[in-house]
């Protein structure tokens, strides 16, 4: 089997996401900027600590430029490590309701990316310090992400940065071990980074408790696109299994739990991108999730 290349990934961790949003109906914590930088073995993870503290000084080398990747199952990540802002405002939008229950399946055509989340594909690296613990575990052969404290929430890319999908409809499995009713995990997808390593992205998350939501995430600020909706389609709790869908077409978005339909949101920001996962601890430490099968089919509207 041919060795993978080194990687250079990114994770970063976000402490205190919650925000203090208004319209958040859970009791989450305040959130303020924060960083630290830690290396990880397989390649560079970045690491945002506890908040209140400051930006550690980038590396004065420039980061090597990564080559341009088509997007497809054998596509290799090359992620230039940086630190991003944490969320320091949110601004509260509304769900677009529909009339008739959207089809998923609509125009969808070919695979445009994929990986199995099992060490196979485009991603394969480790990460751990006292907050959190990424890699494949050995018993299911999946990835896995712990988080070893409350209070802190993670986000970590799974494609490589020059990757660019738009219209799309994207889905992954993921498999709660332990998580609590406030705990959260999810999808990102449509990311960006600057120059100065400001990210952009969109995040659909949810809580083990049964509720879903839409985020636009640029750089210090959150908007809501979609605040906590009840998805009864969701499998709470833990262990049970959930398949996250996005169906997306220019400034249209469609949300599905294990095939079911949830609601639709429109936001015209951000038109293409990578990918990445995310999960929260809000109650006690101890949140653990398995991720699987990553696909991303064109959307042909």
């Not at 999946?142 to 490589?160: C, E, H, I, Y």
Request: hydrophobic content about 45%; proline content about 6%.
């Amino acid at each position: 089997m041919t060795a993978l290349p080194r990687l250079r990934l990114f994770v970063f961790g976000l402490a205190l996401l919650a925000l203090a949003l208004a319209c958040d109906t859970s009791a989450a914590p305040t959130v303020s900027p924060a960083t630290a930088l830690a290396d990880a073995a397989a390649g560079t993870a970045t690491a945002l600590a506890q908040a209140g503290t400051t930006n550690t000084p980038l590396p004065t080398a420039p980061p090597a430029a990564s080559a341009t990747v088509a997007a497809s199952a054998t596509s290799e990540p090359s992620v230039t490590p940086s630190p991003i802002g944490v969320e320091a405002s949110v601004t509260p939008t509304t769900g677009t309701p529909v009339a008739a229950t959207p089809d998923p399946n609509e125009v969808v055509g070919d695979i445009v990316y994929q990986d199995p989340l099992d060490g196979t594909g485009t991603w394969f690296w480790t990460f751990a310090d006292d907050t959190a613990v990424f890699g494949i575990d050995a018993q299911t052969q999946q990835l896995k992400g712990t988080m070893l404290k409350a209070g802190n929430g993670w986000r970590f890319t799974v494609s490589p940065d020059t990757l660019r999908v738009g219209d799309q409809q994207v889905r992954v499995t993921m498999h709660t071990g332990a998580c609590a009713e406030n705990d959260e995990y999810g999808l990102m997808f449509r990311g960006s980074v600057d120059a100065e390593f400001n990210y952009s992205l969109y995040l659909f998350t949810v809580r083990c408790g049964g509720q879903a939501r839409f985020l636009l995430i640029r750089g210090a600020e959150t908007t809501v696109l979609a605040d906590w909706t009840a998805a009864p389609a969701l499998h709470p709790g833990a262990p049970a299994d959930n398949t996250l869908l996005v169906w997306m077409a220019g400034d249209e978005f469609r949300f599905y739990a294990n095939d079911q339909y949830l609601f639709t949101a429109r936001d015209s920001a951000l038109t293409e991108g990578f990918y990445g996962l995310y999960l929260y601890d809000r109650t006690a430490g101890g949140e653990t999730i398995y991720y699987e099968d990553l696909i991303a089919r064109a959307v042909n509207r």
